[in-house]
């Protein structure tokens, strides 16, 4: 009886910790790795150029970076004091939309959008090393990214070169686009 207390409790303080800050991030893309339905290209409408339709560069808007802070309150009782911080404080959010230039007859959806950094300090792993995936309304796809900021003292401002493009259930891959994140 006593393990499955001790086990209890470990696993009370491991789960309450993992879900005091929890936040909707970008989830993994997962290709299916079966062939997706190419859209005809110029030269099968009569026209000239390329038969089907190439997977398209992205277009990126970075909507809102948001840096972390470590707030602190005090609380004393006594010669006793205590020092919270607020759980998700600490977190740097970055959120930007993916969309397809209006040339194009695919569907966002299609595609799951692969970001790296080309040049630029980050502060913690902001990206992950595959492709992501979200919700996709209006035709633009939300991106949200958290990562473990630094105190407000260690801080720089970010200016980051990435580059984004692409990619199909096949894997195939587009051509891609280079953007900037800079906080002002």
């Known amino acids: 009886m006593m393990k499955k207390v001790i086990c209890f409790a470990i696993v009370s303080l491991y789960v309450g910790n993992v879900f005091a800050c929890s936040f909707m991030v970008s989830k993994g893309f997962q290709p299916t790795l079966k062939n997706w339905e190419r859209h005809p290209g110029p030269a ?3 026209g000239s150029g390329d038969y089907w339709e190439k997977i398209p560069k992205p277009v990126i808007e970075v909507k809102e970076i948001t840096r972390g802070y470590a707030k602190q309150e005090q609380s004393c009782d006594g010669d006793i004091c205590e020092i919270t911080y607020d759980s998700c404080n600490d977190a740097g959010t970055l959120l930007m939309e993916a ?6 007859t695919y569907q966002v ?12 300090e980050q502060p913690d792993e ?27 003292s260690q801080q720089k401002p970010l200016n980051l070169t990435v580059e984004a493009f692409f ?15 800079e906080q002002k």
């Open 167 to 181: 990619v199909a259930n096949d894997l195939s891959i587009g051509p891609s686009m280079t953007f900037k994140i």
């Open 109 to 120: 959806k299609e595609f799951g959008v692969y970001l790296r950094i080309k040049s630029g």
């Open 99 to 104: 969309s397809l230039p209006k040339s194009s």
């Open 126 to 152: 902001i990206f992950p090393e595959s492709p992501v995936y979200s919700r996709v309304e209006n035709g633009k796809m939300a991106l949200f990214f958290a990562w473990l900021d630094q105190p407000k």
């Open 44 to 46: 099968q409408q009569g």
